[in-house]
């Protein structure tokens, strides 16, 4: 990495700077708790992470959350895994979640979308009223703190009820999309042991209706735990027998009874992707999801009650309930059931425009489509009300924060933002405060000591290391479902570096104090001793118009050997002749590195995802290395299974 400072893409101007949250925080807890008043972010973040306690103790402070019965510390444990917070005190997440609803009664809470792109409000004070209604028929089906409820849902306003009135019961909320088949669900929620499950007869996508009543059936066979089933009629036909109707249980004006639980009293649990066994279920804390969140929106995204906060997401990933935590910052969250390319590929912004978005949220592979398909977001919507663009799910190449310049709005803040399903949050990512360079992470997030290390436990700066977090953050796991004795959640990021968390990625710190994401470092390209993420490479090679995805894996020869091939699905009407791929590989040659050019550049029809849109590189290496199909992939956790036997095959060939 260059050390050099390049001219920033976007600059925060000095009165946005003195309006961001995040500013008037630090003069609070320079005021009130010695944060350091001068310094800007760097100082602010250093001593977030030098006194960690005085920092979380802050922002509950700050953003007023509502203890029942006193902690007795900030952080009774320290040592990960294992860190205890706020140990003794109580609190309710639903209760923070509809707090706005005493003073904002009539205004949007949320603002539900579907492929019509009209956007329906659901105002607080119904909102509260609805989840009151069902948190009281959640106890009366005898739903007790601790006991699991389940969703099949899409992104419609019921899911956001049916996790405020589990939360608010001390129940624990799982949810999967309905673009899961039976196995995919059933691999997770056999897992937790459901007592309730919410679920539709079916969903809207791409223009069509799409019946799951079949596969419905077969989740109530399959899972024996269930004790009611409440279903909501989407595509509007009758209930199943024996299932409850949804009108029914939310239909009563029933004010919300919180239970108090510990801090760290299961919330919800998600699941990893499950490439290549059952998915990890993964327990986070309602105490520890509220103060994590309320930093992450409330500092962070410099989120508030006069914000519209869209995110495009499903049931199925941790952004949907990260989005839904905008409510705890008083913001109308705007969720959007549909295909995010319908009718066509600018979509999303027609919703970010039509539902006054001021915070919009998509993946960086959608940026990417609406570059190569000639997308003019602002010349074809009025996107005045968007403050920020924030992007995830993979790096945002450089091409990428160059087009939301030049086709948003050159005044546009642009985030890149990096976590992980397994904190619900991010390591790094949005600061309101800072410039924007291209291809960067802004910066480290608030109490997250995040670094870059060599294999030796080394930090390093300017170069590529391994991602790990050196101290605790409180919504880090409390446990994994199903791992009595704590060793998968041990082996899954203390096993390298014991009592530090590394995550999985390869990332550059910059000495600006940026950061660069390079991919997943479980399947790096390590290339006569020189180590590059995937991503680097996707960079590069799909900015070629021919190149519409592609897949690279390298794969260590039983001869000492290493092979290297790069799979490329390519655009209609391309052609892989020997033109292509000379310029696929003086590409790669001339912006990266010559000694990661392919051994092989090899055509697909398409590029296996896991269900939540990420490229599965791990089991594709795993196959081509000869392992059978059902040890490498889990099948339900993969978008096209079909796509797998051309990897299949060409490792039959190679064998």
């Known amino acids: 990495m260059s050390t050099v400072?390049?001219?920033?893409?976007?600059?925060?101007?000095?009165?946005?700077?003195?309006?961001?949250?995040?500013?008037?925080?630090?003069?609070?807890?320079?005021?009130?708790?010695?944060?350091?008043?001068?310094?800007?972010?760097?100082?602010?973040?250093?001593?977030?992470?030098?006194?960690?306690?005085?920092?979380?103790?802050?922002?509950?402070?700050?953003?007023?959350?509502?203890?029942?019965?006193?902690?007795?510390?900030?952080?009774?444990?320290?040592?990960?895994?294992?860190?205890?917070w706020f140990p003794g005190a109580t609190l309710n997440y639903a209760e923070h979640a509809l707090r706005a609803a005493d003073s904002r009664a009539d205004e949007p809470a949320l603002l539900h979308v579907d492929e019509t792109h009209d956007p329906r409000p659901v105002t607080w004070a119904d909102l509260r009223r609805q989840v009151g209604s069902l948190a009281a028929e959640l106890r009366a089906l005898g739903v007790r703190p601790g006991d699991r409820v389940s969703g099949y849902l899409p992104n419609i306003p019921e899911a956001v009820v049916a996790l405020l009135a589990t939360a608010a019961v001390g129940g624990v909320w799982t949810s999967c999309a309905p673009d899961f088949g039976a196995r995919s669900v059933l691999d997770r929620f056999q897992q937790v042991e459901p007592v309730v499950l919410f679920t539709v007869d079916g969903y809207r996508y791409g223009g069509k209706e799409h019946d799951r009543r079949e596969i419905v059936a077969e989740l109530r066979r399959e899972l024996p735990t269930l004790r009611a089933v409440v279903h909501i009629p989407l595509l509007g036909t009758e209930?199943?027998?024996?299932?409850?109707?949804?009108?029914?249980?939310?239909?009563?004006?029933?004010?919300?009874?919180?239970?108090?639980?510990?801090?760290?009293?299961?919330?919800?649990?998600?699941?990893?992707?499950?490439?290549?066994?059952?998915?990890?279920?993964?327990?986070?804390?309602?105490?520890?999801?509220?103060?994590?969140?309320?930093?992450?929106?409330?500092?962070?995204?410099?989120?508030?009650?006069?914000?519209?906060?869209?995110?495009?997401?499903?049931?199925?990933?941790?952004?949907?309930?990260?989005l839904v935590s905008g409510l705890l910052t008083g913001t109308t969250v705007v969720l959007y059931d549909g295909s995010p390319g319908h009718p066509d590929t600018g979509a999303q912004w027609r919703i970010a425009e039509r539902t006054g978005a001021t915070l919009y949220g998509t993946s960086a592979a959608y940026v990417m489509a609406c570059r190569k398909a000639g997308v003019h977001p602002s010349r074809d919507h009025d996107l005045s009300a968007v403050k920020c663009v924030a992007t995830t799910g993979s790096p945002l190449p450089p091409d990428g924060f160059r087009w939301l310049h030049e086709e948003v709005r050159h005044d546009l803040w642009i985030a890149s933002v990096s976590g992980g399903t397994d904190v619900c949050s991010c390591f790094a990512g949005a600061v309101p405060t800072l410039p924007v360079h291209v291809g960067e992470l802004q910066a480290p997030c608030l109490g997250t000591d995040l670094q870059s290390w060599d294999p030796s436990g080394k930090p390093l700066t300017d170069e590529v290391g391994e991602l790990v977090v050196t101290n605790p953050m409180p919504s880090m796991p409390i446990h994994f479902w199903n791992d009595p004795d704590g060793s998968r959640y041990h082996d899954s990021y203390f096993d390298t570096y014991p009592g530090v968390w590394r995550h999985g990625d390869w990332i550059t710190l910059t000495s600006r104090g940026s950061v660069v994401i390079h991919g997943r470092s479980d399947s790096t390209l390590n290339r006569q001793g020189v180590r590059m993420g995937s991503a680097d490479?996707?960079?590069?090679?799909?900015?070629?118009?021919?190149?519409?995805?592609?897949?690279?894996?390298?794969?260590?020869q039983p001869d000492g050997g290493y092979w290297m091939p790069l799979f490329v699905h390519l655009a209609p009407g391309a052609t892989l002749d020997d033109d292509l791929t000379d310029r696929i590989r003086k590409t790669i040659r001339t912006q990266l590195s010559p000694r990661h050019v392919p051994d092989e550049i090899i055509e697909v029809p398409g590029i296996p995802h896991t269900l939540t849109g990420k490229r599965i590189e791990v089991p594709v290496k795993r196959l081509l290395q000869g392992?059978?199909?059902?040890?490498?992939?889990?099948?339900?956790?993969?978008?096209?299974?079909?796509?797998?036997?051309?990897?299949?095959?060409?490792?039959?060939?190679?064998?």
């Open 5 to 84: 400072n390049p001219q920033p893409l976007w600059q925060p101007t000095a009165e946005r700077i003195a309006e961001a949250r995040i500013t008037r925080f630090q003069a609070w807890a320079a005021e009130h708790h010695g944060a350091p008043a001068d310094g800007g972010y760097a100082a602010l973040h250093r001593w977030s992470v030098d006194e960690l306690e005085t920092f979380w103790k802050a922002v509950t402070e700050w953003f007023d959350v509502r203890f029942t019965t006193p902690y007795e510390r900030v952080l009774g444990d320290r040592s990960m895994p294992g860190a205890r």
């Open 239 to 322: 209930a199943p027998d024996g299932a409850l109707e949804w009108s029914a249980l939310t239909a009563a004006d029933t004010a919300p009874v919180f239970e108090q639980v510990p801090f760290d009293h299961p919330l919800w649990v998600l699941y990893s992707s499950g490439t290549t066994g059952l998915p990890k279920a993964i327990v986070q804390s309602q105490g520890g999801i509220l103060v994590e969140h309320l930093k992450q929106l409330g500092l962070h995204c410099d989120l508030g009650p006069e914000d519209r906060f869209f995110w495009y997401t499903s049931t199925g990933w941790m952004m949907w309930n990260f």
């Open 537 to 556: 490479i996707y960079e590069a090679v799909e900015r070629l118009p021919e190149i519409k995805e592609s897949l690279v894996v390298g794969i260590e």
């Open 627 to 655: 392992t059978p199909l059902e040890k490498a992939v889990n099948p339900g956790s993969i978008d096209n299974l079909d796509l797998l036997a051309h990897y299949q095959e060409l490792a039959r060939t190679r064998h």
